[in-house]
Nanobody, 124 residues
């Protein structure tokens, strides 16, 4: 089992920045990659970014590419999502997820472990 706890969400004006953190505990040695997803009210869960623990290979949704940066601190078992130039359409609950495979991609079902989510609200 892997436990995930997100933090760092909040209310920010359009154009502002936030940094989300996701601390992993438990059987972290079994996790090969981490991802961030988001879900806005009335919408489906959406892939945001993913990173592998070993080589730090990353992938981003087109909607956040160039604005968001995913990174990891292996010593702290923590993954971050730096969000810059935020837009009102970025408003959502952001979830951290852990995958057991090296390249889980953008499919949420490839990530068996999830955090509780953290709310991000961007005002216009």
């Amino acid at each position: 089992q892997v436990q995930l706890v997100e933090s760092g969400g909040g209310l920010v004006q359009a154009g502002g920045s936030l940094r989300l953190s996701c601390a992993a505990s438990g059987r972290t040695d079994s996790s090969r990659a981490m991802g961030w997803f988001r879900q806005a009210p009335g919408k489906e869960r959406e892939f945001v970014a993913t990173i592998t623990w070993t080589v730090g290979r990353t992938d981003y949704a087109d909607s956040v590419k160039g604005r968001f940066t995913i990174s990891r601190d292996n010593a702290k078992n923590t993954v971050y999502l730096q969000m810059n130039s935020l837009k009102p359409e970025d408003t959502a609950v952001y979830y951290c997820a852990a995958a057991m495979m090296f390249f889980p991609g953008r499919i949420w079902s490839q990530y068996p472990y999830w955090g509780q989510g953290t709310q991000v609200t961007v005002s216009s």
